[in-house]
């Protein structure tokens, strides 16, 4: 066999394995990608948006998230804090019919707080809270960023892109989704107590997220 034969060979075996390594790197970042979509979720494509279609852009910003924040061990609630957690969400959702506005503002705070004593980062770090509450409860997540834009807007005095009270209630029935994932699991499973709870007595079972009646007041505008 030639030099000009085997150097041929050479050249077309070595261009056949750039081929195979690229094609497999695009596998593996098409895999990547998949499963950041299926963990995300929606904010799969908030990110996608927000970084104008670039898919590569939202792709990095989301494994950064998964990077800094996917190793998080969070605690449970005991009994006790969940059922005031519980009972001052209740309360917001009855301050909302008189002070729509100052009752999501509370439950900005209270989702902060709640977050903060399952052991994510502090509220006062809101933007790597809501990073951090991104990995672990992606699909609910968006009920905090919009009562805390609201809240935000409030508190700097400046315009809240016009939210009505509909709107407000919208993303207070959204955050309530958020809130409840924090709580931890209901004590009840089909209406029967879990075995092996704190004390021995069924606690009353955990409200499902859903809208509540205005009942025969309608909230103010505030």
Do not use: C
């Amino acid at each position: 066999m030639s030099t000009g034969v085997i150097i041929a060979l050479i050249v077309i075996v070595a261009a056949v394995l750039v081929v195979a390594a690229v094609l497999a790197s695009r596998a593996r970042g098409s895999q990547h990608g998949g499963n950041l979509k299926r963990r995300f979720g929606p904010e799969y494509d908030r990110a996608v948006a927000r970084h104008d279609g670039d898919t590569k852009a939202a792709e990095r910003e989301l494994a950064e998230r998964v990077e800094r924040h996917g190793s998080l061990h969070t605690r449970p609630l005991d009994p006790a804090e969940r059922e005031r957690f519980e009972a001052r969400w209740t309360a917001v959702q009855e301050r909302f019919v008189d002070a729509p506005r100052e009752a999501v503002a509370e439950a900005d705070r209270l989702i902060a707080e709640v977050a903060g004593a399952r052991g994510f980062p502090d509220g006062g770090q809101y933007e790597e809270q809501l990073a951090a509450l991104s990995v672990h409860h992606a699909h609910h997540v968006d009920g905090y960023r919009r009562v805390h834009r609201v809240t935000h807007a409030r508190v700097d005095g400046a315009q809240d892109g016009g939210a009505g009270t509909e709107e407000m209630r919208a993303s207070l029935v959204e955050a309530r989704a958020l809130f409840e994932d924090l709580l931890g699991p209901a004590r009840h499973d089909g209406g029967r107590h879990r075995a092996g709870a704190d004390d021995g007595a069924a606690a009353p079972a955990r409200t499902q997220h859903q809208p509540w009646s205005f009942g025969k007041h309608r909230p103010k505008e505030s």
